[in-house]
């Protein structure tokens, strides 16, 4: 980065101003800087542009979030944001997180650990929202297969073996391997392992969803249909808790967080056990086309 002036300082504005407050300060300087009172003054140009991407960068909450996580200077003429120049350098675990997620992993305030995971959880759930809408009404995705009578179990069993492995990578990363992430009582946990823990958690997230929209691209003979809908509805009670260790953890913990340094004693447990659903819907569609 070069020496460009700090938007805050620039409007001479302190850092938790009010969005009021800037927008009060970015007119009347605009009005100071504006083209008819400058012409021919560079520097006046100059200022005013910067006054512009300010208030373009500090009216935006996203925006201004990822501003304030670089610390405060842009380069000269640069159109990247401070968070992103200094995200750039970092690991590269931690450049493909959020603004929300970065911040937590890098400022690491107390219980950073029980926020960052669900964090980074949601974000990868937020980007499967497509998909999970397609899933709710029930929509095929993929090549569609006809299915004989005699060969649906033959054509249904490593289909399920395959959703329970990725049921069970589910289950090992969040009740095996996010636990120790998290470290011992006051010891910093690891930022890499729970920000790989969350993003396999939403890639196995993903893929079951995917699964089940393959699921219903098969037709077989009648009575057939019951048996696909039972085997793709098999993923709700994963799908519903693994959304459940994302935004609503993510509040849960914050809550914990504020209790623990107000002294309570606080246990944030993450530990989450799955089950397959409809398998008896599943089981009695199967029984009716024999």
Not at 6 to 14: I, K, M, T
Not at 160 to 165: E, N, P
Not at 264 to 274: H, K, N, W
């Amino acid at each position: 980065m070069t020496g460009d002036q700090d938007f805050y300082e620039l409007l001479g504005v302190p850092r938790d101003a009010s969005l009021e407050t800037i927008s009060h300060v970015c007119r009347q300087l605009a009005k100071a800087y504006r083209p008819d009172a400058n012409r021919g003054n560079p520097v006046g140009e100059k200022r005013l542009k910067r006054i512009t991407e300010a208030w373009e960068t500090l009216s935006d909450p996203a925006r201004r979030a990822r501003y304030d996580l670089g610390l405060g200077r842009s380069g000269e003429g640069s159109t990247s944001h401070p968070a992103e120049e200094r995200r750039s350098g970092a690991d590269p675990v931690l450049s493909t997180l959020s603004a929300e997620a970065f911040k937590l992993a890098t400022e690491q305030q107390p219980g950073w650990e029980y926020l960052l995971f669900p964090q980074v959880l949601q974000d990868e759930i937020d980007r499967c929202a497509e998909l999970k809408h397609a899933y709710v009404r029930g929509i095929a995705l993929g090549r569609p297969e006809h299915i004989s009578r005699s060969a649906i179990q033959v054509w249904a069993q490593p289909r399920m073996k395959q959703l329970d492995r990725l049921v069970a990578d589910i289950e090992s990363a969040i009740n095996v391997r996010l636990p120790p992430a998290f470290g011992e009582p006051g010891e910093p946990g690891d930022v890499r392992e729970i920000v790989s823990v969350a993003c396999l958690v939403g890639a196995r997230y993903r893929q079951i969803i995917e699964w089940s929209l393959r699921i219903r691209c098969a037709a077989g003979p009648r009575g057939f249909e019951a048996v696909v809908n039972a085997l793709a509805h098999f993923p709700d009670d994963v799908l519903a808790k693994v959304e459940s260790a994302g935004r609503p953890l993510l509040l849960r913990a914050k809550d914990g967080i504020a209790r623990a340094v107000a002294g309570e004693s606080v246990t944030i447990d993450t530990r989450l056990d799955f089950d397959l659903s409809h398998r008896e819907e599943f089981a009695a569609a199967l029984k009716r086309l024999r």
